[in-house]
């Protein structure tokens, strides 16, 4: 160390003291409690999708707290301040749409967090705590979504919004006296009460819990990290997201929600009683998930050895699909007596079959209770690439070039107005970013 640190001349070791002196005073912090890992190879992303999902919820407070200085939460100017930012202030395209899309990014990553471990069965293992807080995060995090899009008034966020006023005034006992003090007493208190859940409680919330559900030991990978934020930045260049048609009372436009609202939606259009279809049946699945710990208490953590719950995290991952591409398709029927959009005869025995389906297949070919003794397979040879260092550091400068070029390209195009192709070409950049990364860590490990 100390060969090292006079080999790096002056400037070296005024920045090695720094990094001393920062660690030795962050120690008394509860910042270092947490301890982050940089793999030296690359992994496998779905062990730390955790992590992936609270970098974005990063990105969501950055970009949020930059629309909050031109966003306007009344009733009267809400959607035109909106329109400002997507239209005239500097940037504010770039903002708004990687935040749209960051929320359904998040929202992605942690459905996708929690079937992992569900199958994988990282709920056992002392791991409960750990379990329940990442469920409620999760409801919290899709409540969290769903208030931010509702704030821009438009007709597809009052659809949402008349759901849940709905729901809210149609729960027992309790409901309509939280109803005032949740929604207030129309759309002036219902705006401001959204926003302040959006902005602080929620956030709140969800720091708390991921304080109690973040395990010390944390995977950062500089380089699947880029390109996740690459992935984010390109989908928003790709589809960016519209204003839609501002609220107005007296026109009826048909409009479904957003997709991680379309089951739901899906089950209401049904027929079936608002607070049943609406509350209580997602209530029950969250519950389902949330008692899975503490009834699966067998000492297996493979899912081909737990043929029930595996039956069961299979048919609700199918349940989740189907009815959010059925409520997504929904159109209401031309009948001046109903507004049932989705026939009960036809989603219910379906969704039943499914279910059934799922048992079968998971019992009968995925996870069956009596297998006989089979042979032991192949272990599977990893595919490598193993690019000699020369070429490593060849690729490196090449990539750097492109990188180069396409920043050019992507200012020019901001420049001309062609903002959803620059917002592409950064993603672009930022993925490219988390290639070079990811060669250059292979180069440096080959040189050891």
């Known amino acids: 160390m100390t060969q090292k640190t006079e080999e790096s001349g002056p ?19 509860p910042l270092l409690s947490f301890r982050f890992q940089i793999p ?10 955790g992590t992936l999902t609270a970098i974005v919820f990063a990105v969501l407070g950055i970009t949020g707290a930059l629309l909050m200085f031109y966003y306007r939460p009344d009733i ?3 959607y035109d301040s909106v329109k400002q930012i997507q239209e005239e202030i500097e940037f504010g395209f770039f903002l708004r749409n990687i935040h749209y899309h960051g929320s359904n990014f998040m929202v992605l990553l942690a459905i996708a967090h929690m079937f992992y471990q569900y199958f994988s069965g990282r709920y056992k293992v002392k791991n409960e705590i750990l379990w329940v807080t990442g469920v409620i995060l999760g409801t919290v995090t899709v409540l969290e979504a769903f208030t931010g899009y509702d704030l821009i008034l438009n007709q597809r966020a009052m659809l949402a919004v008349n759901i849940a006023v709905g729901l809210t005034n149609s729960a027992p006992l309790l409901g309509p006296q939280i109803a005032p003090i949740l929604l207030g007493g129309g759309l002036y208190d219902l705006i401001i009460r ?14 708390l819990l991921a304080l109690v559900h973040f395990p010390r030991n944390l995977v950062f990978d500089p380089p699947m990290v880029a390109g996740v934020l690459g992935v984010l930045f390109i989908g928003a260049g790709l589809f960016p997201v519209e204003l839609g048609t501002k609220y107005n009372p007296t026109q009826a436009i048909v409009e479904v929600p957003e997709w991680y609202l379309t089951a739901i939606y899906a089950f209401i259009r049904t027929g079936l ?3 049943t279809s609406g509350a209580l049946l997602p209530l ?13 208490r067998s000492k297996k953590l493979s899912w081909k050895e737990r043929p029930f719950f595996t039956a069961a995290g299979i048919s609700s991952l199918v349940l989740i699909v189907v009815t959010t591409v059925w409520g997504f398709y929904t159109r209401p029927r031309v009948d001046a007596f109903t507004a049932v959009y989705v026939e009960p005869l036809i989603f219910y025995p379906v969704l039943l079959f499914l279910i059934a389906t799922s048992f079968i297949i ?3 070919y995925v996870a069956p209770l009596r297998k006989e003794p089979a042979r032991p397979a192949p272990k599977p040879r990893p595919i490598t690439i193993q690019l000699p260092y020369e070429w490593s550091v060849r690729v490196i400068v090449g990539l750097l070039a492109v990188t180069g070029i396409l920043a050019l390209v992507a200012f020019q195009q901001y420049v001309e107005g ?3 192709l620059s917002l592409f070409n950064l993603g672009v950049i930022i993925a490219l970013f988390g290639l070079v990364a990811h060669i250059y860590r292979h180069a440096m490990n080959q040189i050891k």
């Open 194 to 207: 959204f926003y302040a859940l959006h902005v602080f409680i929620l956030p709140m919330v969800m720091l």
């Open 362 to 364: 998971s019992y009968k």
């Open 11 to 29: 400037l070296g070791r005024v920045f090695d003291e720094f990094v001393k002196w920062l660690v030795d005073r962050l120690e008394r912090t």
């Open 418 to 420: 062609l903002k959803n």
């Open 284 to 296: 029950l699945f969250i519950l389902f998930f949330l008692l899975v710990p503490f009834v699966d």
């Open 76 to 78: 009267q100017y809400a």
């Open 40 to 49: 030296r190879l690359f992994v496998s992303p779905f062990g730390y999708l």
């Open 273 to 275: 009683e608002r607070f």
